[in-house]
């Protein structure tokens, strides 16, 4: 099993930032992908941005130039610093672990979410 705890969310205006942090532990295979996705009432939950254990990165178009996702392995902890926030990025931003092996996934974590709210 693998616990992910989520933090950094608040409320902040439009231009602002935020630094989520995404803490993992317990069963994490060497080869993994962490991402992190978002979600509004009502809507699917989508892809933000996600990195893999070999450092590669992925960003969906409407963060690209303003967040930046980034991993501590001596601390098990991937961060998403957001810059420039606008307020359809008011969202609960979740965390997503998936251990992989032969390319293959063998296990999918979620983190209970962190409240994001981008307001004047």
């Known amino acids: 099993q693998v616990q992910l705890v989520e933090s950094g969310g608040g409320s902040v205006q439009p231009g602002g930032t935020l630094r989520l942090s995404c803490a993992a532990s317990?069963?994490?295979?060497?080869?993994?992908?962490v991402g992190w996705y978002r979600q509004v009432p009502g809507q699917q939950r989508e892809l933000v941005a996600q990195i893999a254990s070999s450092g590669s990165t992925n960003y969906a178009d409407f963060v690209k130039g303003r967040f930046s996702i980034s991993r501590d392995g001596a601390k098990n902890t991937v961060y998403l610093q957001m810059n420039s926030l606008k307020p359809e990025d008011t969202a609960v931003y979740y965390c997503k672990l998936v251990n992989t092996l032969f390319r293959k996934d063998v296990g999918t974590y979620w983190g209970q979410g962190t409240q994001v709210t981008v307001s004047s």
């Open positions: 317990g069963r994490i295979f060497s080869n993994n992908v």
